[in-house]
């Protein structure tokens, strides 16, 4: 179950994810969110 959590990203931090975002819109044909992409890459570093 999600749970809705207010973050406050590093505009570099933010601008990395951004980049992450749209390179997979561009593979993929359906929408990619912003949370999916925060999701991914903390479930990655927290390995």
Do not use: C, H, P, Y
């Not at 179950?1 to 975002?21: G, H, P, V, Y």
Request: hydrophobic share 45%; charged share 30%; no cysteine.
């Amino acid at each position: 179950m999600a749970e809705r959590l207010t973050i406050m990203l590093n505009s570099d931090i933010a601008k990395k994810l951004r980049a992450l975002q749209a390179k997979k819109i561009k593979e993929s044909s359906s929408t990619v969110s912003f949370s999916r992409i925060i999701n991914e890459v903390l479930e990655k570093g927290l390995k």
